[in-house]
């Protein structure tokens, strides 16, 4: 199993420009999600999905889209990128089902920087 | 809405000695509390979990955490520190809306 595969690794944006930063898991998982990380304020949710077709704002939404098409892919559209966008960011995924004391299993990462 | 507050954004141990990292929760519910690490450069790993089954949860690479309702706390801790525990680590807790809620993480260097 590939588990959670986000792509790309490195990206270096222009203010203003879009992008979409892919996620897939093979885990058949219901749930899955977008967190940004940034020094000293550990992770904070962007957008999540607790199935194909459903999907909903976290912590931190504005400037980024997403939606859930099928059961295995999330993708994270930045829809004109700011400076303030800049930094690292997971995908992850869990079970649903069977409750919310699954972990969820992340990504290694998108570092994105925005010129 | 649940939170965690981790307590020390850093903390320095010498190898061998005792690892603990502080954790608070704050949760209307019951929560389900996890302790991620995370390596250089590379995503979050579950080390532990706690979902009532036990207080007291042991996790991967020695660590342990201990579920104290009456003091709001899941502090992570390992007996004897190696130099490959030097990462960051994250507390977090869940609720039944299944948002996953960091605190702000915990860097660890272990002196040699």
């Known amino acids: 199993n590939a588990g959670v595969t986000q792509t790309p690794k490195f990206q270096v944006l222009k203010t203003g420009q879009s992008m979409t930063l892919q996620c897939a898991q093979d885990?058949?998982?219901?749930?899955m999600s977008w967190y940004r990380q940034d020094p000293g304020m550990g992770l904070r949710l962007i957008h999540y999905s607790v199935g194909a077709g459903i999907t909903d704002q976290g912590e931190v939404p504005n400037g980024y889209n997403v939606s859930r098409s099928t059961t295995e892919d999330f993708p994270l559209r930045l829809l004109s990128a700011a400076p303030s966008q800049t930094s690292v960011y997971f995908c992850a995924s869990s079970l649903g089902r069977t409750g919310p004391n699954q972990p969820q299993h992340f990504g290694d990462g998108t570092r994105l920087s925005i010129l | 809405a649940q939170s965690v507050t981790q307590l020390g954004s850093h903390v320095s141990v010498s190898e061998g000695a005792l690892v603990l990292l502080r954790c608070n929760y704050s949760?209307?519910?019951?929560?389900?509390l996890f302790w991620y690490v995370q390596y250089p450069n590379q995503g979050l790993q579950l080390l532990l979990k706690?979902?009532?089954?036990?207080?007291l949860v042991k996790g991967i690479n020695g660590f342990e955490a201990e579920f104290k309702k009456s003091e709001t706390s899941f502090h992570l801790t390992k007996p004897s520190a190696h130099m490959s525990d030097a990462a960051e680590y994250f507390c977090a807790v869940r609720g039944f809306d299944y948002k996953l809620s960091f605190g702000a993480g915990t860097t660890v260097t272990v002196r040699a």
């Open positions: 706690y979902t009532s089954a036990a207080t």
């Open positions: 885990m058949n998982h219901e749930y």
């Open positions: 949760s209307s519910v019951p929560p389900y």
